[in-house]
């Protein structure tokens, strides 16, 4: 079967960083997907990982290891701004994508 | 139009009642797809098409239809509304279906509420 996990809510506080992560288990992989979506807003794509390793984009970063089933999003320098879900999405072997539940993430002042 | 835009956003329906949520993108992307967001559970695809002229069934297809006469236009209709289907409703497009990577972009949504 598939499976993809990850928190429910975290909170974290402005200029810090916080980690996010998501493991899975599927039969077939054809990469990891996080996106970002603000309350009552449409999901917005941040990355994308289908080799090992990690991916630098500005503020954030995306990390996978294909063999333990685990990525992690991270997110530095908070701003007010990142509060939003964090969902992550494996792509499996009929190139669907497979939905966690996301991670609320709350930012503090 | 810019992207992808949906019809309406948002709906009360009475149970019974046959219902078509609108979905149009300009990108000329090849594929689209529908999921249903419910709280506390991720997004579920209910229907996709790879190509105009072609769908397929997703995670929780019963009870909705799609279809996909051109390129641009992806409607889905829900023949006689439950309760359970209750939830928002989301339209995406990505340039390629299966077999490469896809970047997949969303609509802004349809939250939609039967009685």
């Known amino acids: 079967g598939q499976n993809i996990d990850q928190p429910t809510e975290m909170t974290a506080t402005e200029g810090a960083i916080v980690q996010i992560n998501c493991t899975y288990q599927?039969?077939?992989?054809?990469?990891l997907f996080w996106y970002q979506q603000h309350a009552g807003e449409a999901p917005t794509f941040l990355s994308y990982n289908v080799l090992d390793g990690l991916e630098e984009k500005g503020r954030f970063s995306s990390f996978l290891s294909r063999s333990k089933g685990y990525s992690y999003l991270l997110l530095k320098e908070l701003q007010m701004k990142d509060s939003a879900s964090y969902l992550c999405?494996?792509?499996?072997?009929?190139?669907?994508?497979?939905w966690g539940a996301g991670t609320k993430l709350i930012i503090k002042p | 139009i810019a992207g992808i835009t949906q019809a309406p956003t948002s709906q009360i329906l009475a149970a019974g009642r046959r219902m078509t949520l609108r979905c149009t993108q300009d990108?000329?992307?090849?594929?689209m797809y529908w999921y249903r967001q419910d709280l506390g559970l991720g997004l579920r695809l209910i229907h996709y098409?790879?190509?105009?002229?072609?769908?397929g069934k997703g995670e929780v297809p019963d009870g909705y239809s799609v279809s996909r006469a051109n390129t641009d236009d992806f409607p889905l209709t829900l023949a006689s509304a439950v309760p359970s289907q209750t939830s928002v409703y989301f339209c995406?497009?990505?340039?390629?279906?299966?077999?490469?990577?896809?970047?997949?972009?969303f609509g802004p949504g349809t939250r939609l509420t039967v009685l």
């Open positions: 990108m000329r992307h090849n594929a």
């Open positions: 098409s790879n190509t105009a002229g072609t769908t």
């Open positions: 995406a497009s990505s340039e390629a279906g299966g077999g490469t990577y896809n970047e997949q972009f």
């Open positions: 599927t039969s077939g992989f054809n990469g």
């Open positions: 999405a494996h792509m499996d072997s009929n190139y669907q994508l497979i």
